[in-house]
């Protein structure tokens, strides 16, 4: 029975301000969560790092949503809960921007070729490429002479110190004396400086010194520690010293230039994945926390819709939002990637050009924050939100058939999050700009509205468990046409069957008679399985299909999920033909169900005749 309402209701506004919060929320969400693997990739996070990533966010998600709604009601505080998600949202993703800085990856923006319009500096593990090993910096005589840069010239020796020109061209005029006293004092001071004591280098005659690095020359490990405490001003001293007490310093240079080469390469590969793993973390607690707390949104804003258009009796119009959210994504996701493809720098800023997608987020984001103000939360009794998933959860887990349902829907939201996160990755790897990306939103958008017409006829015909199989045996012809994908645009093709493997998937399995009982005990298990398929699915398959891509490719990635595809789908078909209830000594109790929906006093008397007369 509908809640009566004592206050005046203005319908139309009502739906405008729900559709219209809905089309700017999906908007925001549009402009950048589609793309935000292809931001880790440019931060230059490796496929294992970002699918534990997304797994995590999803997980995170999935813990969360449900809670802070809970609490939002048992403290009757809806409206400002969904306020603080939003804003949360913004705070949570806005910050990514900064982590730029952060990335060994990343070149600057200023430079001739930017990141957007070279691929390969967008691969996942891209190769360090040094070109200045064995060229040591330029300085002017007169000016102060630069520190050695310890990490890019690690084993450098002091006999690598070639004699290329004269000496007066190569040492500054007021380092080197002419005079053998003051050279001797300058070196002295060198060896104080390493850690010698005063009083023992101080006694020490020229003859000394050489013969001490002649000792030390035999060691590689002391050497290698000598060099790297001293400056550049300091190897030209002693090199000076060393050849004027006739001590050769000119060695085997190509086997100084390799051990200098392997050794940088070494170092700077142990510098650059230090960094990645510092990012990784970074990015791996901001999404957690922030998903914590801005997960709810969606959650609230479709519960209080529901229970508004519940009050005044009116479901008919539930569910229609949605199809302004389609529209959202329809619509900008095609205009930023055109942007972000004609930039060079962002508004000759020096941004980089994805940011845009960010910026785009941020601003839809904050209409939505301002139309939620107005955003209908009704208001009721917390005696009225009792809880429906016991019921649900009996439904759904206690049946075979319903088990059956939510092991497909852990297996497709599986196979669903590896082209979700890593298919904008091959179409960068075939050299694929943004709005190829953009145009695939599109056309899945597109064709999950055209589906929707058809689906009740399809479902008559096929039925529900031969939709689900035909979905399966899609899916698979889907993932297989990815994994021999030879120019980005031909991906379009495929895009078209997201209506068959997502949208028709899921208007089969909400249709189906076990799951249909009564709008609330409909709600929540239509939570149930939404938590197998967005939930524990997707979130598994993020982490095990990022691994995958690591170590086998995607193109076996994409091979190996079709053959588990092809392989449930004639699993799936037989198990739900023998799962399916005996009608003939079935009495539909959707009645005696619906009672938990209400208090005793609001059924009708006759519930039993009725629900023995649905029979």
Known sequence: MPVEITEPVNLTRSIFICNLFSFFFAASKSCLLPFLTIYLRFLGLTA??????IGAKTFSTFIFAPLWSKCAIQCRKRKLVLMIALFMMAVTYLPLTLLTGLSPSVESCDSHVTQQNSPPLLTTQAPVSVNRTHHLPDFSPTSQPPKLNVSAFPTTTLASVSHGGSQSSTVPTKVIKNDDGDLLKAVKEILMKVGLPKEKVQPLLAEDIVQKYKLISEDESLMSTLNSMLTKTDKIILKDFLTRNGVSVRRKRDLSLKDMKETFLLKLHEKVEQAKQNLFTVVLVILIVGEALCSPVEKIADDSWFEFLEQIDDMEKYGKHRIWSSLAYIVFPVIVTLVVDNTTCLFDLKVYPFMFHFYAFGFLLGITFLIGFF???????????????????????????GLLYVLTLVIMGFIFSSYSN?????????NGKEITMGVCILVASLSELVVLVFSSRLVKVFGNGGMISVSLLCLAGRLLYYSYLWTPWAVLPAEVFHAVTHTMMWFVVLSNKAFRVSPTIDRAIRSLLSSAYFGVGFGVGSIISGIMYDQYGLSILFRGLSILSIGWCPVFFL???CCQP????EIKYSRLLQSDDHSDDDMEDDWLEHALKDK
């Open 48 to 53: 294992t790092q970002t699918g534990i990533i």
């Open 375 to 401: 955003y209908p939360v009704p208001s009721a009794p917390k005696s009225k939100y009792k809880s429906k998933l016991g019921a649900a959860t009996v439904r759904v887990c206690c049946t075979c058939g």
């Open 422 to 430: 890593f298919l904008f990755w091959l179409i960068q790897d075939l």
């Open 575 to 577: 198990l739900q033909r």
């Open 582 to 585: 005996r009608e003939d000594n």
